[in-house]
């Protein structure tokens, strides 16, 4: 009887030290995921400025947000505030694609008001991101902190 109790324990101990070596892994992938994201921006909002539209490569917002789902609900809003953020950016960046697109060339005044536009609705947007993803850094560092056991002191 003891035996098997002592195997039931060390089943459990077995399983937990697993989930949590899982979640550690998943919380570093939902961050590098989340750098993606920026990374997509930073494509994005370079090739709208030539009047190109094409993201050029997968949106990884789907795939934060899928990590987020599976494994972090206690994060949920932090990724909520974020993704929220950047898919406004994401608009904001296609509707710049589309103006200079429709520039006609050499025209650079009509240039300059399409990029001034562009940067007085990104500029605002883009800090709210910055602290999305400032919060969701602070969330998964205590996150991350709880599930190992460990609290720092900075």
């Not at 025209?107 to 399409?114: H, S, V």
Request: hydrophobic share 40%; charged share 30%.
């Amino acid at each position: 009887m003891v035996e098997t109790i002592k195997a039931e324990v060390g089943q459990k101990d077995w399983g937990q030290r697993e989930w949590t070596n899982l979640r550690r892994t998943k919380l570093e992938a939902l961050l590098e995921k989340m750098h993606d994201c920026e990374a997509f921006l930073d494509q994005l909002s370079s090739k709208a400025a030539k009047g190109d539209y094409e993201a050029g490569k997968r949106d990884p917002m789907g795939e934060l947000v899928a990590i987020g789902a599976l494994y972090f609900s206690e994060l949920k809003n932090e990724i909520y505030r974020f993704s929220q953020k950047w898919r406004e950016l994401v608009m904001i960046a296609m509707d710049h694609a589309i103006a200079v697109s429709q520039v006609r060339v050499g025209d650079l005044d009509a240039y300059r008001t399409a990029h001034g536009t562009f940067r007085e609705k990104w500029s605002p947007v883009y800090r709210e991101l910055l602290v999305a993803r400032d919060e969701l850094l602070t969330a998964a560092r205590r996150l991350l902190e709880e599930t190992m056991g460990v609290h720092e002191h900075q």
